[in-house]
Structures are given as C-alpha cells and as structure tokens.
C-alpha cells in the first residue's frame, strides 16, 4: 500500500532532485547554448546565458567545413551499428544455446565469455596494431567494426542470455510440438518474444559502439575516423573555438543523445545489462 | 532436460562465439607476451633479437610505472567511491515520489550518452580552463584565485569527468534495484520499529549488495581502461601525474615506438587485471546467480 | 489411428535412473491418465512419448512405427501444456493456426479448421485477442484448440488444468473428456490429481519413482488394487491402513478399508470403537476424523450428512468385512 504524499513533501523532493539532475545536465545544454552564439559571445562573457549578437548557426556550418562532419558521422554509424548487428547474429545462436540446452559447463562459458572483458584492451593493443598494420586494415572501417564487434560480443551473449532465460522453455517445446524446425523456432517464436530485451541490447551497444574512444582514437587516421576521433581532433585551440568546439560537441553525442531518450524504456533495462531487475 | 539433437545442434550454435572470442583472446595475448621478449622497436627496422626480461626490467625500474600503478588504482578506486555512494544518494533521492520524475531522469541519465572525447575537451575548455571556465569566472567574481585544474590537481580532475559520466550508470542500477524492493518488508521494518537509518542498514543496503556488485564489476572493465580522457585533456601529465598504465603503454608503444617495451607493459596490464578479475568474480559468484 | 507402445523404456539423467525399464500398451482412442506423486517420472514419461526427451535405451512405436528417434515434429502428436505455452507476440486465431503453418496446409483449409476448432471451443469472439487479454480457462482452450486443428494421432496433456481454480477445472475436465468422447482420439493426460484420473481415464496407469504400480480401468483400480501404494493412492479421502493383531483378524499382514466402507453406530453396537476428534459436516455427507480405535493414529469414515456426532463423542464402527482389502508383508494384495 502506498501511502498518501502530501503535496509540499513532493514538492521538496521534486526541487532537490529537480536541482540534482539540472547540475548533471547542465554541461550539455551549456554547450547547447553556447553552440549557437557567436565565438565573440562565447568566449567575452561565458557567465551570460544571453545572446549578444543574437544566434547563428555559424558554428556548425564552419565545424562541417573544418572537418567534415558528415563523414565521421557515416563512420560512426556503420562502426556502431554494424558491430552491434554482427555480434548480434553470432550471439543469437549462442545464448539460445545456453538458455534453452543448458550444461553443466554453461556457466562456466558464460564466464569466460565475460572474463575476455576483463582484458585490458592495452594488453593486446601492440599485436592488433601490428596485425592490423600489415593487412591494411588500419583506418578501415571494416578493422574497426570487428573489432568493436568482438569487444562488445560478451556483453551482447550475456544480455540476450538474461533476456531468453525469462522466456519459458515450453513454449520453444509447444513449438517444436507443433512442427517448426530449429530455424523458424528461433525466427517465428523466441526471436519475436525477445524483442524488447533485443532491443535494450541493440540500444545498448550501439552507445558503446558510438562512444568507444580507445581502439577508434589508436587504429584510425583520417579515413575511418568516427565522431570519437573527430572530437578529439579539437583537443588543441586554435584562437577563439569556443563556439566551435560546442557545435562540434553537440554535433557528435547528438544521435545518440536523442536516439536515448526516445527509447528510455528499453535504455534503461540495457543499462542495467540485464543483470537487475 | 533436451535431446541429443537440440543438444549438438546447441553445440553448433555456441561455436562461432566461442571461436571467435578463443581467437580473439588467444592471438593477441601470445603476440604480446613473445614480442614482450624481443627488443623490437618500430623505428629501427631490422633484426629484432631476444631480449629476455630486459624488456621488464626496464619497464619496472622506470619511475613512471610506479606512478603509473598508483595512478590507475587511484582513478578505479575514486571513481568508484564517488559513484557508488553519489548513486545510492541519488537512486534513494529519485525512488521518492514527486512531480516530472521522467523529465528529471532524463537529464540525470544524459552524462552517460556523452562521449569520452567530448566530455573530457567540455569539462577542461568551458569548465576548467582558469580564464575562461565557468568556475574560474565563478571564483574570480567571488574574489578568489581560480584553480587552474589541470597544473594543481590533475588527477582528481580527471577522476571528476569521468564520475560525471558513469554517477549517472550507477544511479540507473542501484534505482532499479531499489524499486525491486518490496515495500511491505519496510514496512514490516517500521513497524518493528526500525527508524530510517536502521531500514538503510539492514533492509535497503543488503538488498543492493547485487546491484552495488554489478555497478564495481562493469565499471571496473571500463574504468581500468580509462585513456582518451588523458589523451585529451593532459597528455598524461604534468610530468606523469595522471599517466595511468593504459596510457603509459600507449606511449612507450605508439608514441615511441618500442614494440618490446609496450608488449612487456600490456603483460603486466593482463596480469594486474586478472588479479582484478579473479577478486571481482569471486564477488559475483557470490552475488549473481545467473 | 493413435496407437502408441513402449517397449524396454528407460530413461536416466546423468546416473540417476528416473524411468528403469517400462513397457506400456496404448490402444487406439484410449483415454490414458498416468497419476502418481509429484517426482514418480510421469511427466519424463510424457516427454519421451513427445519426443521432447531422448529414450536412454528401449523403443517408442507409434501405430507400429519405431518413433524412437523421430524428433517431435514428425511423430504426429500434438500437446498441450501446462503452462498452456502460447505464443504471447500471436493473436489466438494465429496460435492456433501456427501448427497448420509450419506443416504449409493451405490457406483456406487452415481458415476452415481454426473456424471449426474455434466454434467446438467457445472461442469464435476471441480469435483476434492475444493470450495475455484471455483468461485462465480461455487460454487453456486455445491450446487445445492449437492441438486439435493438427489432427493428430494421439493428444498429450501435461498436467493442463493444475492452473486453473477449483471451479474452472471441473469444468475443463468435462469438457475434455466430452472433446474425447467427440474425437474418439487417443489421450495421454499426465496428473497428480486422482480425482482427475478417476473420471477421466479409461485407463489409469500409476506410476511410483519411475515404475508402473499397476495399471487398469478406475473402477478396477478402486477394487482392487494391486498394492498398498496403489490402495492409498486412489479414493478420496484415503483408505484406513492398519496392521498388527486387528489386520490379524481378516487374515492379512496389512488391511485396508475405505472411509465409505465403515458404517457408524453406537458404542455398544461397534465392531472397533473410538473417540471423534473433528467431525466435517458438509451437508451431504459427514467425515469423522476419529482417534484412540486401536487401529491407527486417526481413522476416516465418510457417514451419510445426518450422522450427528462431535468433538469427544464415544462411536462405535462398523466395517463392511466383505470390502476389506489384505495386504502380505511386501504389501501386494492377497484375496
């Protein structure tokens, strides 16, 4: 039973919280903002919320001229969601294996699956170097999608893993009573059902995918740069970029930013990888 | 509970996971430790003759390893304190009931979204930059001196941006968890009469123990790896004040080239983090049952 | 046609041997109910019959094929579950088409069969809603009905009504046996329940750790049954067990006499006699829970309704000598 809230209760805790959650946000919509003022505004008065010289879309378009926005954007993309849908079709079978034929030694490949995270991706970052050097797949995005594709691989195993455990076997048995073969079982019946977990895994990998800044900023150059790359590419100033750097910003976590909170219901059961419930 | 063909046709569809991941972890590593032997340096090409321990001697009796160390366990272990305990605080705060929860979830969710490059060159340009950050203005109109962030606490800076983006994963978990908590057993609690603190202690925080493992296991993997918000903002310095071994190997291997050296540094990076690893999984396998 | 039998069944997980040899016969258009305690091995049974489990040794004909290494799908059987197992993300009209589907029975064929089943099942304003907006008692129906429209050669139920509340499942269980009586196909029905057993089945098969204890119409089962197991297993409330010098009396190690088989009278007038410990009037009938007769702990007698005894009241009972039933020391049934 829940019980009765007064209003001013609610309100307090709405204003305390209200102004905890604005201070974690707020460096986002400071960059927001400053991403539409004019580099003198930016960097005159960078207490004032107001626009001096009124708001101009300048910024994005000289961050599009400087460094061509639009291409890293297409790299990330096809890193991020190409890595997530190839660890997905490996980690479909997988985890339907551990959920619905379990073994003894289920568990402890489950584990060991999850302990390939535990590498330091520095601890190996030497060979893929080298390796990847000498088969020409430095700066290629296809090097750089399997790589993320097997980084993310645990993690995608695991979360399908938890998801098809709650679904009950009998229905995979109903179906397999009623004719369908092991493919049109997994495609007409648990893949169906699973949609929502899938989703909060898709959803998931493709924000580490996006976001992941070691292997993008060591095994890219120019060509296959993702946006993680193109940000980093502002780390030194260059007169007066505020502005720029702002537009630049916004410009890079904006996909995901908006693609997370359209889709916060599945966002937040990714987030927990599965494993709270 | 299967038969033998939903048994094979299970192993079949396990194998392309596991051999990829066995490749995946197997190449690497055997690479890593043989050219941690060798004394193999990129610029100069040629004959890259055994070298034995040389390559860990060196990389041991360097000064900046000793620092690096330190400042890995110290970036892992701050980072964690400050989500943990900042995520408790925040998930009991976000469980009580009040007005436009969705709204204040959103923006306490946001930091995570934000990628690594750009919350690093944020946080050091408009925030912590002495003459133009929002906090130096701040100290400035108050009449203090402003902090110049990176020169007089690297570390702690670093740590701070990289809370700002993982409080939020913390507070998301240990919130679910939370809200998993029946609440007719707090109930139960006050009535045997529990004060708040005692409901904390005794119902809430052991009922967490799973979420709590599961926020140090991931951010664990992540936080050890910590590097483009070094590369960004310090390059690892002043001097090697915030250096952690990623970085450390990052430039003994691509900065300057020393295949030998780097190899030799990733080996030890592999076995700190095993140790890591080994703590951290007797941790679930007490608390996960999955 | 449905006529299905093991021979040499066995079945073990790891070392542990759930079923140890088995053989069964399953005429074509029985009802069969295989009852037993949670745990006796009747659902692995079922399984294997499905196909859903591998027979560790020993052979499964379905209508004089060897069906042993068939997997599910081609052994012409169709089940229904006990968690009724629908396919959540279908609405009922495609769960039940999803056997004809997989099987590619042509379009209007499928439409005539889900129609048919849909009428026979009370499900026709029901077709377009999923499972989760149905209730117990309807979803139980369309997993019936999924099973129907295949036309199989025998159905198997897995415990289909321990979901459902008490009411609905007499219900059901009408309904199913008048499904059977229509189809005139084989059954197989897995429960604990021996109530369901006794009206249902045509023939009951009572399973203990894995081994048949006896198999038979209810009536014979009732009669006579084979052992002590079997005499506590069926009828409700449970046969009156005793031993020692009374059991001595009617020439048996261990006697039995059913609850409906004692007749109360006075103290005086009384064969045993004893002291009424609760006394559950329910109308109809009346059942004494009766102690300090000598015979065992507590004795039960159903007594017609108007029976009046209470709490600590002195009775005498009356056994119907000619129903009791004798056991020997290994507890098999002597006449």
């Not at chain 2, 094979?8 to 690497?28: F, Q």
């Not at chain 3, 005894?309 to 098999?332: A, C, M, S, W």
Request: hydrophobic content about 50%; charged content about 15%; overall charge neutral.
């Amino acid at each position: 039973m829940a019980r009765a809230i007064s209003t001013k209760r609610k309100s307090v805790n709405t204003a305390i919280a209200g102004t905890l959650g604005f201070l974690m946000f707020f460096p986002i919509l400071w960059i927001l903002i400053l991403s539409f003022k004019t580099e003198e505004d930016a960097i005159r008065a960078p207490l004032q919320i107001l626009f001096d010289s009124g708001w101009t879309l300048d910024s994005f378009a000289a961050v599009q001229a400087r460094s061509d926005y639009f291409k890293h954007f297409s790299n990330s993309v096809i890193i991020s969601v190409g890595s997530t849908l190839i660890g997905l079709m490996i980690a479909i079978p997988a985890a339907w294996s551990m959920a619905f034929v379990p073994s003894k030694n289920t568990k402890n490949v489950l584990m060991w699956m999850l302990s390939t995270k535990m590498l330091p991706p520095v601890g190996v970052l030497v060979p893929i170097y080298l390796i990847f050097r000498d088969t020409g797949l430095l700066d290629s995005r296809f090097g750089l999608t399997i790589v993320l594709t097997l980084m993310n691989l645990p993690i995608i195993v695991w979360m399908l893993y938890t998801y098809f455990k709650e679904i009950p076997g009998e229905i995979l048995e109903a179906a397999r009573m009623d004719g369908a073969s092991l493919r049109e079982e997994v495609l007409y019946v648990l893949t169906p059902m699973a949609i929502p977990g899938m989703a909060s895994t898709v959803l998931l990998n493709i924000i580490l995918a996006w976001n992941e800044a070691f292997w993008t900023l060591n095994l890219t150059a120019a060509k296959a740069a993702p946006l993680t790359a193109f940000i980093a590419s502002y780390s030194s100033p260059e007169g007066l970029f505020y502005a720029k750097l702002s537009a630049a910003s916004i410009m890079a976590i904006a996909p995901i930013l908006i693609m997370g909170w359209f889709s916060q219901k599945q966002l937040v059961r990714g987030l927990t990888f599965g494993a709270v419930k | 509970m299967s038969t033998k063909a939903s048994r094979s046709a299970a192993r079949l569809m396990i194998s392309p996971a596991v051999i990829l991941l066995l490749m995946w972890m197997i190449v690497p590593l055997v690479m890593t430790v043989y050219f941690s032997f060798l004394r193999y340096n990129l610029l100069s090409p040629g004959a890259t003759p055994w070298a034995g321990w040389d390559n860990y001697y060196w990389f041991f009796t360097d000064p900046s390893f000793k620092d690096a160390i330190w400042n890995t366990l110290a970036l892992v272990g701050g980072i964690l304190l400050i989500t943990v305990i900042g995520g408790i605080g925040f998930a009991l705060l976000l469980d009580k009931p009040m007005f436009g929860t969705g709204v204040i979830r959103i923006m306490v969710i946001a930091p995570f979204f934000v990628m690594p490059t750009v919350s690093a060159l944020v946080w050091k340009n408009m925030f912590f930059n002495p003459v133009n950050g929002i906090f130096g203005n701040i100290a400035t109109s108050l009449g203090f001196q402003p902090i110049d962030f990176f020169a007089e606490i690297p570390l702690l800076s670093i740590i701070f941006i990289v809370s700002w983006m993982w409080l939020p994963f913390a507070t998301l978990i240990l919130l679910t968890a939370l809200q998993s908590l029946d609440q007719e057993q707090l109930e139960a609690a006050e009535m045997d009469g529990a004060n708040w603190g005692n409901r904390f202690w005794f119902i809430m925080l052991p009922h967490l123990a799973r979420a709590i493992t599961v926020v140090i296991l991931i951010q664990t993997i992540f936080l050890l790896s910590v590097f483009a918000e070094i590369l960004v903002t310090t390059n690892g310095g002043p001097g090697t004040a915030t250096t952690n071994l990623t970085y450390l190997i990052y430039v003994s291997s691509l900065l300057q080239f020393d295949v030998g050296m780097g190899s030799a540094g990733g080996v030890i990076a592999i076995i700190l983090a095993n140790i890591v690893a080994i703590f951290l999984m007797r941790m679930i396998g007490k608390n996960l049952d999955a | 046609m449905g006529r299905i039998t093991l021979e040499k069944v066995t079945k073990s997980f790891g070392d542990v041997e759930v079923i140890p040899p088995l053989d069964l016969e399953i005429e074509d258009g029985e009802f069969v109910v295989f009852v037993g305690p949670s745990g006796c091995g009747k659902s692995t049974l079922l399984r294997l019959i499905a196909g859903l489990e591998d027979v560790t040794s020993g052979q499964i004909n379905i209508d004089g094929q060897d069906a042993t290494d068939l997997p599910p799908a081609k052994r012409s059987l169709a089940m229904v579950f006990q968690s009724y197992a629908l396919y959540p993300h279908m609405s009922v009209r495609k769960n039940i088409a999803f056997p004809m589907r997989m099987a590619g029975v042509p379009d209007d064929e499928q439409k005539r069969r889900i129609e048919a089943a849909a009428k026979a099942l009370n499900l026709t304003d029901y077709l377009d809603r999923r499972p989760g907006q149905l209730s117990g008692g309807q979803r139980q129906r369309v997993a019936i009905g999924r099973a129907i429209v295949r036309e199989p050669a025998a159905f198997l139920f897995d415990e289909p009504l321990s979901n459902l509340d008490a009411a609905l499942r007499v219900g059901m269980r009408l309904e199913i046996s008048e499904l059977h009586k229509r189809l005139e196909t084989t059954m197989v029905y897995v429960t604990h329940d021996q109530v369901e057993a006794m009206t249902m089945a045509d023939k009951i098969v009572v399973l203990r750790a894995g081994n048949i204890e006896q198999v038979g119409s209810p009536l014979e089962l009732y009669k006579a049954p084979r052992n002590l197991f079997v005499a506590g297993f069926i009828g409700s409330p449970t046969m009156n067990i005793f031993d020692g010098a009374e059991a001595a009396k009617f020439g048996a190690h261990t006697a039995g006499v059913r609850p409906e088989h004692i007749e109360v009278v006075s103290p005086e007038e009384g064969y045993w006699t004893g002291t009424v410990g609760v006394a559950e009037h329910l109308g109809s009938d009346t059942f004494f829970h009766i102690h300090e007769t000598g015979l065992a702990e507590t004795i039960t007698v159903r007594a017609p309704g108007d029976v009046a005894y209470n709490h600590g009241d002195k009775i005498g009972l009356n056994p119907r000598t000619d129903l009791v039933h004798k056991f020997d020391e290994q507890g098999l049934r002597v006449q």
